[in-house]
Protein backbone atom coordinates (compact mmCIF):
# COMPACT_ATOMS: atom_id res chain seq x y z
CA UNK A 1 0.00 0.00 0.00
CA UNK A 2 2.36 2.32 0.74
CA UNK A 3 4.74 2.01 -2.57
CA UNK A 4 0.75 2.75 -4.38
CA UNK A 5 0.09 5.32 -2.12
CA UNK A 6 3.96 6.81 -2.98
CA UNK A 7 3.16 6.21 -6.59
CA UNK A 8 -0.16 7.99 -6.93
CA UNK A 9 1.13 11.10 -4.80
CA UNK A 10 3.72 11.52 -7.50
CA UNK A 11 1.65 11.33 -10.26
CA UNK A 12 -0.15 13.94 -8.22
CA UNK A 13 2.32 16.35 -8.43
CA UNK A 14 5.43 14.76 -9.99
CA UNK A 15 9.13 15.33 -9.11
CA UNK A 16 8.95 19.33 -9.37
CA UNK A 17 5.33 19.51 -7.35
CA UNK A 18 4.51 22.80 -9.47
CA UNK A 19 1.05 24.72 -8.52
CA UNK A 20 -1.31 24.99 -11.63
CA UNK A 21 -0.27 28.34 -12.93
CA UNK A 22 3.64 27.39 -12.24
CA UNK A 23 3.22 24.05 -15.06
CA UNK A 24 1.07 26.49 -17.61
CA UNK A 25 3.99 29.06 -17.51
CA UNK A 26 6.23 25.97 -17.95
CA UNK A 27 4.17 24.67 -21.05
CA UNK A 28 4.37 27.61 -22.59
CA UNK A 29 7.96 28.58 -22.45
CA UNK A 30 8.64 24.75 -23.31
CA UNK A 31 6.60 25.74 -26.71
CA UNK A 32 8.22 28.54 -27.22
CA UNK A 33 11.64 27.32 -27.30
CA UNK A 34 10.22 24.73 -30.05
CA UNK A 35 8.73 27.56 -31.84
CA UNK A 36 12.26 29.69 -31.29
CA UNK A 37 14.17 26.10 -33.04
CA UNK A 38 11.96 25.76 -36.11
CA UNK A 39 12.23 29.66 -36.67
CA UNK A 40 15.83 29.45 -36.00
CA UNK A 41 17.30 26.59 -36.76
CA UNK A 42 14.82 24.55 -39.36
CA UNK A 43 13.76 27.59 -41.09
CA UNK A 44 16.73 30.52 -40.97
CA UNK A 45 19.33 28.38 -40.67
CA UNK A 46 18.85 25.16 -42.84
CA UNK A 47 15.86 25.95 -45.39
CA UNK A 48 17.22 29.61 -46.33
CA UNK A 49 20.78 29.68 -45.18
CA UNK A 50 20.64 33.50 -43.57
CA UNK A 51 22.52 32.52 -40.95
CA UNK A 52 25.03 29.87 -39.72
CA UNK A 53 24.71 28.52 -35.88
CA UNK A 54 28.03 26.95 -34.05
CA UNK A 55 27.78 22.96 -34.12
CA UNK A 56 26.73 22.89 -30.27
CA UNK A 57 23.56 25.72 -30.97
CA UNK A 58 22.80 23.98 -34.33
CA UNK A 59 22.99 20.36 -32.02
CA UNK A 60 21.16 21.68 -29.14
CA UNK A 61 17.90 22.55 -31.14
CA UNK A 62 17.97 19.45 -33.52
CA UNK A 63 17.93 17.44 -30.31
CA UNK A 64 15.03 19.13 -29.25
CA UNK A 65 12.93 19.37 -32.02
CA UNK A 66 13.38 15.70 -32.10
CA UNK A 67 12.16 15.48 -28.28
CA UNK A 68 8.92 17.95 -29.07
CA UNK A 69 8.36 17.24 -32.81
CA UNK A 70 9.76 14.35 -34.14
CA UNK A 71 10.12 16.41 -37.43
CA UNK A 72 13.16 15.29 -39.25
CA UNK A 73 15.61 18.26 -40.59
CA UNK A 74 16.01 17.03 -44.25
CA UNK A 75 11.60 16.49 -44.87
CA UNK A 76 11.14 19.91 -43.32
CA UNK A 77 13.50 21.97 -45.36
CA UNK A 78 12.52 20.33 -48.61
CA UNK A 79 9.17 20.63 -47.82
CA UNK A 80 9.27 24.16 -47.43
CA UNK A 81 12.25 25.03 -49.85
CA UNK A 82 9.24 23.17 -52.62
CA UNK A 83 6.41 25.56 -51.18
CA UNK A 84 8.81 28.95 -52.06
CA UNK A 85 9.57 27.74 -55.40
CA UNK A 86 6.03 25.93 -56.46
CA UNK A 87 4.37 28.69 -54.25
CA UNK A 88 0.05 29.03 -54.77
CA UNK A 89 0.24 26.89 -58.17
CA UNK A 90 0.31 23.00 -58.38
CA UNK A 91 2.94 21.72 -56.57
CA UNK A 92 3.03 23.62 -53.71
CA UNK A 93 2.80 21.52 -50.64
CA UNK A 94 0.09 23.35 -48.31
CA UNK A 95 -0.61 26.43 -49.91
CA UNK A 96 -4.68 27.96 -49.63
CA UNK A 97 -4.93 28.68 -53.10
CA UNK A 98 -4.08 25.19 -54.36
CA UNK A 99 -6.18 23.28 -51.29
CA UNK A 100 -8.04 25.92 -49.85
CA UNK A 101 -7.98 27.70 -46.69
CA UNK A 102 -10.18 25.28 -44.53
CA UNK A 103 -7.79 22.29 -45.55
CA UNK A 104 -4.97 24.16 -44.72
CA UNK A 105 -5.91 24.80 -41.14
CA UNK A 106 -7.38 21.90 -40.09
CA UNK A 107 -5.38 19.52 -41.82
CA UNK A 108 -1.64 21.46 -42.24
CA UNK A 109 0.27 18.85 -40.46
CA UNK A 110 -1.07 15.74 -42.77
CA UNK A 111 -0.18 18.25 -45.59
CA UNK A 112 3.70 18.06 -44.48
CA UNK A 113 3.47 14.54 -44.06
CA UNK A 114 2.17 13.68 -47.40
CA UNK A 115 4.85 15.54 -48.83
CA UNK A 116 7.74 14.32 -46.49
CA UNK A 117 7.20 11.11 -47.73
CA UNK A 118 7.69 12.21 -51.18
CA UNK A 119 11.45 10.83 -51.84
CA UNK A 120 11.15 13.14 -54.49
CA UNK A 121 10.45 15.67 -52.74
CA UNK A 122 13.30 15.06 -50.29
CA UNK A 123 15.98 14.46 -52.69
CA UNK A 124 15.61 17.32 -54.82
CA UNK A 125 14.92 20.15 -52.20
CA UNK A 126 17.23 18.99 -49.48
CA UNK A 127 20.42 19.22 -49.89
CA UNK A 128 22.51 20.53 -47.43
CA UNK A 129 20.82 19.36 -44.42
CA UNK A 130 22.63 17.56 -41.46
CA UNK A 131 23.77 14.11 -42.71
CA UNK A 132 26.34 12.82 -39.51
CA UNK A 133 26.21 9.90 -37.84
CA UNK A 134 23.27 11.08 -35.05
CA UNK A 135 21.32 12.35 -37.41
CA UNK A 136 21.08 9.00 -39.31
CA UNK A 137 20.98 6.86 -37.04
CA UNK A 138 18.75 8.33 -34.00
CA UNK A 139 16.99 11.31 -35.34
CA UNK A 140 16.14 10.12 -38.94
CA UNK A 141 15.63 6.01 -37.77
CA UNK A 142 14.09 6.54 -34.19
CA UNK A 143 11.25 9.89 -35.17
CA UNK A 144 8.67 8.17 -32.41
CA UNK A 145 10.78 7.16 -29.55
CA UNK A 146 11.83 11.11 -29.22
CA UNK A 147 8.50 12.38 -28.62
CA UNK A 148 7.89 9.59 -26.80
CA UNK A 149 10.90 10.37 -24.40
CA UNK A 150 9.20 14.37 -24.10
CA UNK A 151 6.10 12.31 -22.68
CA UNK A 152 7.79 10.34 -19.82
CA UNK A 153 10.01 13.56 -18.99
CA UNK A 154 6.35 15.51 -18.47
CA UNK A 155 5.17 13.17 -16.47
CA UNK A 156 7.67 12.35 -14.22
CA UNK A 157 8.49 16.48 -13.87
CA UNK A 158 4.85 17.24 -13.44
CA UNK A 159 2.91 14.14 -12.65
CA UNK A 160 -0.21 13.30 -14.47
CA UNK A 161 -1.03 16.87 -15.81
CA UNK A 162 2.19 16.35 -17.59
CA UNK A 163 0.46 14.17 -19.97
CA UNK A 164 -1.69 17.14 -20.63
CA UNK A 165 1.72 19.16 -21.05
CA UNK A 166 2.88 17.01 -23.24
CA UNK A 167 0.10 16.93 -25.79
CA UNK A 168 0.24 20.49 -25.89
CA UNK A 169 3.56 20.29 -27.06
CA UNK A 170 3.17 17.60 -29.72
CA UNK A 171 -0.03 20.33 -30.93
CA UNK A 172 1.62 23.44 -30.98
CA UNK A 173 4.24 23.27 -34.43
CA UNK A 174 0.92 21.44 -36.52
CA UNK A 175 -2.04 24.14 -35.13
CA UNK A 176 0.84 27.80 -34.84
CA UNK A 177 2.84 26.43 -38.44
CA UNK A 178 1.57 24.29 -40.52
CA UNK A 179 -2.26 25.61 -39.29
CA UNK A 180 -1.77 29.29 -38.89
CA UNK A 181 1.32 30.26 -40.66
CA UNK A 182 0.99 28.00 -43.58
CA UNK A 183 -2.84 28.93 -43.90
CA UNK A 184 -3.80 32.62 -42.47
CA UNK A 185 -0.21 33.54 -43.80
CA UNK A 186 -1.31 33.09 -47.45
CA UNK A 187 -4.91 34.31 -46.92
CA UNK A 188 -5.68 37.04 -43.94
CA UNK A 189 -3.22 39.84 -43.05
CA UNK A 190 -1.85 42.80 -44.40
CA UNK A 191 1.12 43.17 -46.97
CA UNK A 192 3.89 45.14 -46.65
CA UNK A 193 5.13 43.90 -50.38
CA UNK A 194 3.58 42.46 -53.78
CA UNK A 195 4.66 39.24 -55.39
CA UNK A 196 3.62 36.37 -57.34
CA UNK A 197 2.67 34.80 -53.62
CA UNK A 198 -0.39 35.67 -51.22
CA UNK A 199 1.87 35.85 -48.56
CA UNK A 200 0.85 38.28 -45.35
CA UNK A 201 1.85 39.65 -42.27
CA UNK A 202 -0.76 38.33 -39.58
CA UNK A 203 0.19 41.18 -37.18
CA UNK A 204 3.14 43.22 -36.90
CA UNK A 205 4.36 41.60 -33.59
CA UNK A 206 5.81 38.40 -33.99
CA UNK A 207 6.02 36.84 -30.69
CA UNK A 208 3.47 34.33 -30.07
CA UNK A 209 4.95 31.95 -33.27
CA UNK A 210 8.97 33.48 -33.01
CA UNK A 211 8.45 36.53 -36.23
CA UNK A 212 7.31 34.23 -38.49
CA UNK A 213 3.72 36.53 -38.26
CA UNK A 214 5.58 38.63 -40.48
CA UNK A 215 5.19 36.08 -43.34
CA UNK A 216 4.93 38.80 -46.04
CA UNK A 217 8.00 40.06 -45.56
CA UNK A 218 9.75 36.39 -45.42
CA UNK A 219 8.28 35.30 -49.05
CA UNK A 220 9.55 38.74 -49.96
CA UNK A 221 12.92 38.58 -48.67
CA UNK A 222 13.23 34.86 -47.71
CA UNK A 223 17.12 34.48 -47.64
CA UNK A 224 16.71 37.35 -44.54
CA UNK A 225 17.52 36.84 -41.15
CA UNK A 226 15.37 39.22 -39.48
CA UNK A 227 11.95 38.93 -40.88
CA UNK A 228 10.44 42.19 -39.52
CA UNK A 229 10.66 45.50 -42.08
CA UNK A 230 9.02 48.27 -40.92
CA UNK A 231 9.44 50.70 -38.10
CA UNK A 232 5.98 48.67 -35.93
CA UNK A 233 7.40 45.32 -36.52
CA UNK A 234 9.04 43.22 -34.09
CA UNK A 235 10.23 39.76 -34.82
CA UNK A 236 11.44 38.18 -31.23
CA UNK A 237 12.88 34.87 -33.58
CA UNK A 238 15.71 38.35 -34.87
CA UNK A 239 16.44 39.56 -30.89
CA UNK A 240 17.48 35.68 -30.56
CA UNK A 241 19.20 35.43 -33.05
CA UNK A 242 21.11 38.75 -32.34
CA UNK A 243 21.76 37.22 -28.82
CA UNK A 244 23.13 33.99 -30.23
CA UNK A 245 25.58 36.71 -32.44
CA UNK A 246 26.87 38.12 -29.59
CA UNK A 247 27.48 34.85 -27.91
CA UNK A 248 29.24 33.78 -30.73
CA UNK A 249 27.27 30.79 -31.59
CA UNK A 250 25.46 32.30 -34.35
CA UNK A 251 26.64 34.42 -37.72
CA UNK A 252 24.09 36.25 -39.44
CA UNK A 253 24.91 35.79 -43.36
CA UNK A 254 21.86 38.20 -44.76
CA UNK A 255 19.23 40.40 -44.25
CA UNK A 256 16.67 42.62 -45.99
CA UNK A 257 18.44 46.07 -46.93
CA UNK A 258 16.86 48.67 -45.15
CA UNK A 259 17.12 51.77 -47.34
CA UNK A 260 19.83 54.55 -46.60
CA UNK A 261 18.89 58.00 -48.45
CA UNK A 262 20.94 61.10 -48.77
CA UNK A 263 19.98 64.56 -50.04
CA UNK A 264 18.33 64.14 -53.40
CA UNK A 265 20.78 64.13 -56.31
CA UNK A 266 20.16 66.09 -59.14
CA UNK A 267 20.25 63.76 -61.36
CA UNK A 268 20.85 60.16 -60.96
CA UNK A 269 23.92 58.05 -60.81
CA UNK A 270 25.03 54.56 -61.02
CA UNK A 271 24.96 54.62 -57.30
CA UNK A 272 21.46 55.69 -56.93
CA UNK A 273 20.54 52.97 -59.47
CA UNK A 274 22.38 50.18 -57.76
CA UNK A 275 20.46 51.41 -54.33
CA UNK A 276 17.19 51.34 -56.00
CA UNK A 277 17.53 47.99 -57.46
CA UNK A 278 18.21 46.44 -54.23
CA UNK A 279 15.41 48.39 -52.57
CA UNK A 280 12.85 47.23 -55.08
CA UNK A 281 10.20 45.99 -52.94
CA UNK A 282 10.16 48.89 -51.12
CA UNK A 283 10.31 51.43 -53.93
CA UNK A 284 7.25 50.13 -55.15
CA UNK A 285 5.70 49.24 -51.75
CA UNK A 286 5.89 53.21 -51.32
CA UNK A 287 4.77 53.88 -54.87
CA UNK A 288 1.49 51.24 -54.06
CA UNK A 289 0.74 53.71 -51.32
CA UNK A 290 1.37 56.84 -53.01
CA UNK A 291 -1.20 55.44 -55.87
CA UNK A 292 -3.73 54.30 -53.24
CA UNK A 293 -3.80 57.81 -51.69
CA UNK A 294 -4.03 59.55 -54.74
CA UNK A 295 -7.04 57.32 -55.75
CA UNK A 296 -9.27 57.96 -52.27
CA UNK A 297 -8.77 61.47 -52.73
CA UNK A 298 -9.91 60.98 -56.63
CA UNK A 299 -13.08 58.71 -55.57
CA UNK A 300 -14.22 61.54 -52.43
CA UNK A 301 -14.65 63.63 -55.58
CA UNK A 302 -17.35 63.58 -57.62
CA UNK A 303 -17.16 62.70 -61.48
CA UNK A 304 -19.44 62.35 -64.33
CA UNK A 305 -19.01 58.68 -63.86
CA UNK A 306 -20.38 57.02 -61.10
CA UNK A 307 -19.19 53.43 -59.83
CA UNK A 308 -20.71 51.26 -56.77
CA UNK A 309 -18.47 50.63 -53.33
CA UNK A 310 -17.86 47.04 -54.29
CA UNK A 311 -16.09 47.80 -57.83
CA UNK A 312 -13.92 50.90 -55.57
CA UNK A 313 -12.75 48.68 -53.33
CA UNK A 314 -11.98 45.79 -56.27
CA UNK A 315 -9.65 49.05 -57.70
CA UNK A 316 -8.63 50.18 -54.82
CA UNK A 317 -6.89 46.18 -54.10
CA UNK A 318 -6.20 46.13 -57.61
CA UNK A 319 -4.39 49.29 -57.20
CA UNK A 320 -1.71 47.53 -54.12
CA UNK A 321 -0.97 45.12 -56.59
CA UNK A 322 2.57 44.98 -58.83
CA UNK A 323 1.07 45.80 -62.43
CA UNK A 324 2.77 42.39 -63.34
CA UNK A 325 0.78 40.21 -61.29
CA UNK A 326 -2.30 41.88 -62.18
CA UNK A 327 -4.76 39.37 -64.57
CA UNK A 328 -6.15 40.43 -67.70
CA UNK A 329 -9.62 40.56 -66.68
CA UNK A 330 -8.40 42.83 -63.99
CA UNK A 331 -6.52 45.19 -65.68
CA UNK A 332 -9.48 45.44 -68.17
CA UNK A 333 -11.84 46.62 -64.91
CA UNK A 334 -8.61 48.94 -64.04
CA UNK A 335 -8.61 50.64 -67.42
CA UNK A 336 -12.46 51.39 -67.17
CA UNK A 337 -11.65 53.12 -64.07
CA UNK A 338 -8.82 55.16 -65.23
CA UNK A 339 -9.50 55.92 -68.46
CA UNK A 340 -11.35 59.05 -67.36
CA UNK A 341 -9.07 60.14 -64.45
CA UNK A 342 -5.75 61.51 -66.00
CA UNK A 343 -3.55 61.92 -63.30
CA UNK A 344 -4.24 58.47 -61.49
CA UNK A 345 -3.82 57.12 -65.14
CA UNK A 346 -0.36 58.84 -65.59
CA UNK A 347 0.51 57.65 -62.03
CA UNK A 348 -0.44 53.89 -63.05
CA UNK A 349 2.12 53.93 -66.60
CA UNK A 350 4.80 55.30 -65.02
CA UNK A 351 4.52 52.72 -62.23
CA UNK A 352 4.98 49.65 -64.67
CA UNK A 353 7.79 51.63 -66.46
CA UNK A 354 9.70 52.38 -63.17
CA UNK A 355 9.93 48.31 -62.54
CA UNK A 356 11.16 47.76 -66.14
CA UNK A 357 14.82 48.69 -64.09
CA UNK A 358 14.97 45.45 -62.42
CA UNK A 359 12.73 43.30 -65.04
CA UNK A 360 15.14 44.01 -67.93
CA UNK A 361 18.00 41.92 -66.45
CA UNK A 362 20.30 41.84 -69.57
CA UNK A 363 20.15 45.47 -69.80
CA UNK A 364 23.96 47.47 -69.56
CA UNK A 365 23.59 49.20 -66.42
CA UNK A 366 24.32 52.46 -68.40
CA UNK A 367 21.44 51.96 -70.48
CA UNK A 368 19.04 51.47 -67.34
CA UNK A 369 20.76 54.56 -65.65
CA UNK A 370 18.88 56.78 -68.97
CA UNK A 371 15.93 55.21 -68.24
CA UNK A 372 15.70 56.30 -64.98
CA UNK A 373 16.65 59.16 -65.58
CA UNK A 374 14.24 59.84 -68.30
CA UNK A 375 11.83 57.99 -65.47
CA UNK A 376 12.54 60.94 -63.32
CA UNK A 377 11.98 63.47 -66.22
CA UNK A 378 8.68 61.95 -66.91
CA UNK A 379 7.54 62.84 -63.31
CA UNK A 380 8.78 65.72 -62.95
CA UNK A 381 7.41 67.46 -66.00
CA UNK A 382 3.37 65.36 -65.54
CA UNK A 383 2.46 68.48 -63.35
CA UNK A 384 1.43 66.04 -60.67
CA UNK A 385 2.84 66.77 -57.13
CA UNK A 386 2.80 63.07 -55.43
CA UNK A 387 5.56 61.96 -58.79
CA UNK A 388 7.52 65.27 -58.47
CA UNK A 389 8.14 64.13 -54.85
CA UNK A 390 8.89 60.63 -55.74
CA UNK A 391 11.31 61.19 -58.13
CA UNK A 392 12.91 63.43 -55.60
CA UNK A 393 13.10 60.49 -53.30
CA UNK A 394 14.12 58.17 -55.75
CA UNK A 395 17.06 60.22 -56.30
CA UNK A 396 17.84 60.74 -52.71
CA UNK A 397 18.87 56.31 -52.42
CA UNK A 398 21.99 55.52 -51.28
Known sequence: MDAISA???FLDHGVLDWSAWAIVAATLALTHVTIAAVTIYLHRCQAHRALTLHP???????FWLWL???????EWVAVHRKHHARCEVDGDPHSPAVFGIRRVLTQGSELYRTEAAN??????????????????????????????????????????????????????IPVTAAGIINGLGHWWGYRNYDGPHAATNIGPLGLLIGGEELHNNHHTYPTSARLSSRWFEFDVGWLYIRLLQACRLA???RVAPRPRRAAPKPEADLHTLHAIIANRHEVMARYARMLRRAFRQDARQAHEVKFDKRFLAQVDRLLRRDPGFVTGEQ????????????????????????AELWQRQHAAPEELLAH?????????????GALREFAARLRSYA
Open 372 to 384: LRQWCERAELSGI
Open 68 to 74: TTGMVTR
Open 119 to 172: LVTVEQYGAGTPDDWVERHVYSRFVWQGVGLMLVLDVVLFGAIGLTVWAVQMLW
Open 56 to 62: AASHVFR
Open 331 to 354: AASLALFLRHRGALLTMQQLRAEL
Open 7 to 9: LLA
Open 251 to 253: RVA
